[in-house]
């Protein structure tokens, strides 16, 4: 993936030892949300790489009131944006992206500029949790991820 950012690569890596879950680890990166204003609705979306089948499960982030998994159903024309109890992911790598599964920020407690960090907390089946830095970009990077760049 092309990136203008070179901070943005986020890894953060989890061993199974405390999980119980299948062998390997848990790689999160190029996490990403666009600029927007408080109270608003923000899309994160990253790249997760698993060391065996787990599920994202749930999601928090003090940088807003409500936090969701999400992911998008084909319908005549295009698509829809359902929520999901769970975003599972399979041994390798499993992306959310725009126009598919994706975590939801909603309510922001304060606007996101580009250049800032805001901290994710991700909740695995299997895994124990992690807590990324999402950096935030101008929306016309995420637009770049809509047309194939990720």
């Known amino acids: 993936m092309r990136r203008s950012m070179a901070a943005a690569a986020v890894v953060a890596a989890v061993s199974t030892a405390c999980g119980g879950g299948p062998p390997g680890e848990v790689l999160v990166r190029d996490a990403l949300a666009g600029e927007a204003r408080a109270g608003a609705e923000v899309a994160v979306y990253f790249e997760v790489e698993s060391g065996g089948d787990d599920a994202i499960v749930a999601v928090s982030s003090s940088s807003a009131e409500r936090?969701?998994?999400?992911?998008?159903?084909?319908?005549?024309?295009?698509?829809?944006?359902?929520?999901?109890?769970?975003?599972?992911?399979?041994?390798?790598?499993?992306?959310?992206?725009?126009?598919?599964?994706?975590?939801?920020?909603?309510?922001?407690?304060?606007?996101?500029?580009?250049?800032?960090?805001?901290?994710?907390?991700?909740?695995?089946?299997?895994?124990?949790?992690?807590?990324?830095?999402?950096?935030?970009?101008?929306?016309?990077?995420?637009?770049?991820?809509?047309d194939g760049d990720r």
């Open 67 to 146: 936090s969701s998994l999400h992911e998008m159903q084909p319908v005549e024309g295009g698509g829809i944006m359902m929520p999901s109890d769970r975003i599972t992911l399979v041994d390798g790598v499993t992306v959310l992206a725009p126009n598919g599964s994706h975590v939801m920020l909603s309510g922001l407690e304060r606007p996101l500029v580009a250049g800032e960090v805001l901290p994710l907390t991700l909740e695995f089946e299997h895994h124990a949790p992690i807590t990324i830095e999402v950096d935030v970009v101008p929306l016309y990077e995420l637009a770049e991820l809509v």
